[in-house]
Nanobody, 126 residues
Framework: VQLQASGGGVVQAGGSLRLSCAYSGRSFSSYGMGWLRQAPGKEREFVAGISWSGGSTYYTASVKDRFTISRDNAKNTVYLQMNSLKPEDTAVYYC????????????????????WGKGTEVTVSS
């Protein structure tokens, strides 16, 4: 499994970015996917997750109502639309795959995830 995140950049506070993650490997449509992030000097944290079917999503409280996770199983791609960005959203963002096949729902922590690829850096200036 290979995961390649893209779409990061530098944006002013209040701006938007859309991250994409291309998945290479088998059975993308059978696994939940997530976005994690790691800010300088901090531990990696869960940001958003989507179930294998796309029917369930979950967000950490700090991004709820600002970020939207989605997936296109035909393209083996997961997205993270980030609106109303804040300086505290500055981090390297990683996409990751759930280790459990067809998990019902989404677990809001980094524990279920494996196979995160190289991240994409997001910098929000004030």
């Amino acid at each position: 499994v290979q995961l390649q995140a893209s779409g990061g950049g530098v944006v002013q506070a209040g701006g938007s970015l859309r991250l994409s993650c291309a998945y290479s490997g088998r059975s993308f449509s059978s696994y939940g996917m997530g976005w994690l992030r790691q800010a300088p000097g901090k531990e990696r944290e869960f940001v958003a997750g989507i179930s294998w079917s796309g029917g369930s999503t979950y967000y950490t409280a700090s991004v709820k109502d600002r970020f939207t996770i989605s997936r296109d199983n035909a393209k083996n791609t997961v997205y993270l639309q980030m609106n109303s960005l804040k300086p505290e959203d500055t981090a390297v963002y990683y996409c990751a795959r759930d280790r459990l096949l067809k998990r019902p729902g989404v677990v809001g922590s980094i524990t279920p995830y494996e196979y995160w690829g190289k991240g994409t850096e997001v910098t929000v200036s004030s």
